[in-house]
C-alpha cells in the first residue's frame, strides 16, 4: 500500500509539472570530467606520493618509474650529437685544406704566366738579334766576297749570328716549358675543385646527421621526463590500482583524477517531456544526498538518445517490435556552488525544467 501511494504521489507530481510549465525527473546524475592517468612509457613504479580519496592539483607529481635505461638512451643520443658536430668540423677542415691548396696553385700559375710574358719578351728581343746578325752575316760575307773585309772579321759575325740562334732556341724552349706548367697548373685546379665538391656534399650530409641526432636527442629526453607522471588536472585521486614496484606498460590505467571544481547534471527527460525545452530555461536541482535543491540552466540538448549509445543498441526492423518512449540526455549546468554540500558525480538527483 506504501509503494502504490508513492507511485501515485510521483505520477502526480510529474502531472501537475507537466501542467503547471515545468518538467520533472529523477532520471537524473551528477556527472564531472574524470581524467585517467596513464603510463607513456613501459616501466617499473620507484615511487607514489598519493593515495585514494587524495587532492592534487594540475601538475602535481603522482608516481615516479625507473629512469636508469631512459637516461642512459640520453647520454647516448648526447654523444651521437657530438660526434656529428666533429663531422662537420672535420668536413669544413677539409675544405678549407682544399681552398687553401687551390689558392696555393692560383699562386704558382699567376707567377708562372708573369714568367712567361717575361720569357716571350726574351723569344722577341733574341729575334731581333738575330734578325740584326743575319742581315750582318749577308753583309760581310758579301764584303768578304769582295776582297773588303777579313775573314776574322767575318768569321765573328758568323759566330755572332749563330750564339743569337741559340738564344733564340734557348728563349723558345722557356717559353714551351712555362706555357705548359700554366697548363699544368690549370689542371690541378680543375682537379682540386673537383674534389672540393663532394666535401660540399659531405658537409651537407654532416649537417643533416646532426640534426637526425638532435631529434633523437630530443626524442629520448622527452622518453625521460615520462618517467614523472603528473596530475593532468585539478581533481581527487580515485580508483587508484597500482603499487611500487609494480611493471606497467603504456596505456595501463593506474588512477583516474575526478574533477572536484566543475559538476553538471545530465537530466534523462522522455521524449514527449522535451517539446518545450529550450537552452538556458532555468532548472531546479534537488539532491536527494543532502534535501537539498539547487539552482541550475539548460546548457545542451544530446544529439542521440541514451539507448543509441549502449552496448547493444535496439534494431526495430528485426524482431517483434514494441514501442518503447526514449529518453534525450539534457546537459544542466548549476549555477551555484555550496561548499557545505559537496556535489560528487554520480550523485542521484531530481530535475524540475521551467518551460514556461
Known amino acids: 500500500m506504501k509503494n502504490l501511494l508513492g507511485f501515485l504521489s510521483v505520477t502526480s507530481?510529474?502531472?501537475?509539472?507537466?501542467?503547471?510549465?515545468?518538467?520533472?525527473?529523477d532520471n537524473a546524475q551528477l556527472e564531472t570530467d574524470i581524467s585517467p592517468v596513464i603510463p607513456k612509457i613501459n616501466g617499473t613504479v620507484n615511487k607514489i606520493f598519493v593515495e585514494d580519496n587524495q587532492i592534487v592539483k594540475e601538475g602535481d607529481t603522482i608516481m615516479v618509474l625507473d629512469d636508469e635505461n631512459y637516461k642512459i638512451a640520453v647520454k647516448q643520443a648526447e654523444i651521437a650529437v657530438l660526434t656529428a658536430k666533429k663531422n662537420i668540423a672535420l668536413a669544413k677542415s677539409n675544405k678549407e685544406v682544399i681552398?687553401?691548396?687551390?689558392?696555393?696553385?692560383?699562386?704558382?700559375?699567376?707567377?708562372?704566366?708573369?714568367?712567361l710574358y717575361a720569357a716571350q719578351a726574351g723569344v722577341n728581343a733574341a729575334k731581333v738579334k738575330l734578325e740584326v746578325s743575319n742581315k750582318n752575316y749577308d753583309r760581310f760575307k758579301t764584303?768578304?766576297?769582295?776582297?773588303?773585309?777579313?775573314?776574322?772579321q767575318f768569321d765573328g759575325i758568323k759566330a755572332e749570328?749563330?750564339?743569337n740562334e741559340q738564344l733564340l732556341k734557348i728563349a723558345e724552349g722557356q717559353?714551351?716549358?712555362?706555357?705548359?706548367?700554366?697548363?699544368?697548373?690549370?689542371?690541378?685546379?680543375?682537379?682540386?675543385?673537383?674534389?672540393?665538391?663532394?666535401?660540399?656534399?659531405?658537409?651537407?650530409?654532416?649537417?643533416?646527421n646532426v640534426k637526425q641526432a638532435e631529434a633523437n636527442l630530443e626524442a629520448a629526453q622527452l622518453l625521460l621526463s615520462y618517467c614523472v607522471i603528473t596530475a593532468p588536472c585539478n581533481g581527487v585521486v580515485s580508483k587508484k590500482n597500482v603499487q611500487k614496484g609494480q611493471v606497467v606498460a603504456i596505456g595501463q590505467p593506474l588512477m583516474a583524477i575526478t574533477n572536484n571544481t566543475k559538476v553538471w547534471v545530465v537530466a534523462n527527460f522522455k521524449e514527449t517531456q522535451i517539446k518545450n525545452m529550450k537552452v538556458g530555461q532555468e532548472a531546479e536541482i534537488e539532491v536527494e544526498a543532502y534535501d537539498k535543491a539547487f539552482k541550475g540552466k539548460v546548457e545542451s540538448f544530446s544529439q542521440a538518445t541514451g539507448s543509441k549509445f549502449s552496448l547493444l543498441p535496439a534494431d526495430n526492423a528485426t524482431g517483434n517490435f514494441v514501442k518503447v518512449t526514449q529518453r534525450i540526455p539534457v546537459k544542466i549546468v548549476i549555477a551555484e556552488s555550496n561548499k557545505e554540500y559537496p556535489l560528487r558525480a554520480g550523485m542521484s538527483v531530481a530535475v524540475t525544467v521551467k518551460t514556461k
Open 13 to 25: 507530481i510529474l502531472f501537475l509539472a507537466s501542467c503547471s510549465g515545468s518538467q520533472t525527473t
Open 99 to 115: 681552398g687553401a691548396n687551390i689558392n696555393t696553385v692560383t699562386a704558382n700559375s699567376n707567377a708562372v704566366a708573369a714568367n
Open 143 to 152: 764584303l768578304l766576297e769582295q776582297k773588303s773585309t777579313t775573314q776574322q
Open 161 to 163: 749570328k749563330d750564339a
Open 175 to 208: 717559353v714551351t716549358a712555362l706555357q705548359q706548367q700554366i697548363a699544368a697548373s690549370k689542371q690541378q685546379i680543375t682537379s682540386t675543385a673537383a674534389n672540393n665538391s663532394p666535401l660540399n656534399e659531405g658537409i651537407g650530409l654532416a649537417e643533416l
